[in-house]
């Protein structure tokens, strides 16, 4: 690192302190020149020989306390000036380790900006970007445990259709799926490790039938406190991963029901307004039927008590 003296600088100082003794040395030499009074001064008076008059120094004069002596004057003058060229040669050598009020300075990029420059950057900098609260919502993970599967059979299909489901996919969900049918089978009942359910229903395939079968099931996904119910016939496949794969895509907290309507036209039924009053109404919906399977989230099935189960 090169050293820059300022040797103008300190020439011009040494010249001041220079005028200063020099006034200090006459201030001194007149005091020489002054009687004092006082205890602390020995004076002589003046005496008369002859015809004029002669005066006599006084003797033995001492110094005041407070007057420098000329030896004094001229080491505190040393003391100054060694003191003041060693403040000149500090600065200039030892770098400035606090920076100035107003200045910042950016590390890395060896930059210096004015701290009223940076203020209004920040001000200008809030006022157009407002603070904005984001979120990430994780998209929601179903659980094999999450989902109950009922299979609806009946007595008449146990030998033909159960043997084909219980050696296949319900390998894959042994404590999620339950069979729904007409009549107390111990054999299958041990197969399916108790996971036979009686719902005491006829075995006929009419309206009324079905839907008594379909509200055992309802009613005991209710009570599993599962958040998705999805019922299958006993002649179809499930592929349980791609099930789990699909309800990824739907929340359980929200009315769901997935399926697929297999008529070609919306349903039609008679519907009965009280128990009380022979007035009825013809009602048409599209509805997922149960051939084809359909899942319901439990928000919706919470919300389907009073009129199902």
């Known amino acids: ?7 103008e600088k300190l020439n011009s100082d040494v010249e001041y302190i220079s005028s200063v003794l020099d006034k200090l040395e ?10 004092f009074v006082g205890p602390q001064a020995q004076i002589q008076t003046s005496v008369v020989v002859g015809s004029g008059f002669t005066t006599a120094a006084a003797t033995n ?10 030896r004094g004057l001229q080491a505190l003058a040393l003391v100054l000036a060694t003191a003041y060229a060693t403040m000149l040669i500090y600065q200039a050598v030892v770098p400035r380790q606090w920076p100035d009020e107003n200045v910042v300075g950016i590390s890395g990029n060896n930059m210096e900006m004015d701290m009223p420059e940076v203020q209004r950057i920040i001000a200008e900098e809030i006022a157009v ?21 009922s299979v609806k059979t009946t007595r008449n299909y146990h030998y033909s259709r159960l043997p084909s489901i219980i050696s296949t996919w319900f390998q894959y969900a042994k404590d999620q799926t339950w ?24 075995s006929t395939h009419n309206r009324e039938a079905l839907c008594c079968k379909m509200s055992v099931e309802f009613d005991r996904f209710l009570d599993s406190a599962k958040k998705w119910f999805c019922h299958f ?39 009965q307004h009280s128990a009380e009053s022979s007035k009825r109404s013809k009602v048409k919906f599209w509805f997922a039927t149960g051939g084809a399977g359909f899942c319901i989230s439990r928000a919706l099935a919470l919300k389907m008590i009073p009129v199902a189960g």
Not at 1 to 7: A, I
Not at 129 to 149: C, E, G, W
Not at 242 to 271: F, Q, T, V
Request: overall charge neutral; glycine content about 4%; hydrophobic content about 35%.
């Open 233 to 271: 016939d006993d002649d179809n496949y499930v592929n349980v991963p791609r099930l789990l794969k699909l309800l990824d895509n739907y929340n359980p907290r929200e009315d769901w029901y997935l399926g697929r309507p297999s008529i070609p036209a919306p349903l039609e039924i008679m519907r």
């Open 26 to 35: 006459k201030r001194w030499q007149y005091g020489r020149d002054i009687k």
């Open 1 to 7: 690192m090169s050293l820059l003296f300022p040797t």
């Open 129 to 149: 970007t407002p603070p904005v609260a984001t979120a990430t919502v994780a998209p929601y993970s179903t659980d094999l445990n999450d989902v109950f599967i």
């Open 61 to 70: 004069t001492k110094m005041p306390r407070g007057l420098l002596t000329r």
């Open 179 to 202: 069979f729904f049918t007409d009549k107390d089978d111990q054999y299958f009942n041990n197969l399916t490790n108790g996971h036979m359910i009686n719902t005491k229903c006829s």
